[in-house]
C-alpha cells in the first residue's frame, strides 16, 4: 500500500520547537521531491517547504523561513520539518506530500512557497496537528 505517514505534531507553547517527521510505505521517499504544506482552519492549504531529489534545492515560504528547516535522512526513509521559534500563527494541520505519477523529482516549478494546488500532487498523508498556544 501506497502511503505517506506524517508524525511529531503537538501542543507546545510559542517560541517552542517541534520536529515533524513524514515516512512512506511502498515506495521510497529518496526517489521523490517532499514538500510540506499546512492548514488553518477556515483557510486555504500553503506550501511551506519542500526537498528537491534531483538537484538537492530547498524552498521555504518567507512565513517559515529562518525558523523552519527541511531535510532527509534516506537511511531512515523520512523527511523531517524541523520548526523552531513557533508562533500562535503556525498552528495548522501539517502534510507532507508528493507525485508518484510524474516522478518528481525537483520543487520548482511544482510546489509554490505559499500557495498550494492540492492537484498537483497525488500523494498526501493524513496530517498532524500543530497547535500553538500564546
Avoid at 517532499?34 to 518567507?62: L, M, N, T, V
Wanted: charged share 20%.
Amino acid at each position: 500500500q501506497v502511503q505517506l505517514v506524517e508524525s511529531g505534531g503537538g501542543l507546545v507553547q510559542a517560541g517552542g520547537s517541534l520536529r515533524l517527521s513524514c515516512t512512506s510505505s511502498g515506495f521510497t521517499l529518496k526517489e521523490f521531491a517532499i514538500g510540506w504544506f499546512r492548514q488553518a482552519p477556515g483557510k486555504e492549504r500553503e506550501g511551506i517547504s519542500c526537498i528537491s531529489r534531483s538537484d538537492g534545492s530547498i524552498d521555504y515560504a518567507d512565513s517559515v523561513k529562518g525558523r523552519f528547516t527541511i531535510s532527509r535522512d534516506n537511511t531512515k526513509n523520512t523527511v523531517y520539518l524541523q520548526m523552531n521559534s513557533l508562533k500562535p500563527e503556525d498552528t495548522a494541520v501539517y502534510y507532507c506530500a508528493t507525485d508518484l505519477i510524474t516522478r518528481w523529482d525537483v520543487c520548482r516549478p511544482r510546489f509554490q512557497p505559499g500557495i498550494t494546488f492540492s492537484t498537483h500532487y497525488d500523494s498526501w498523508g493524513q496530517g498532524t496537528q500543530v497547535t500553538v498556544s500564546s
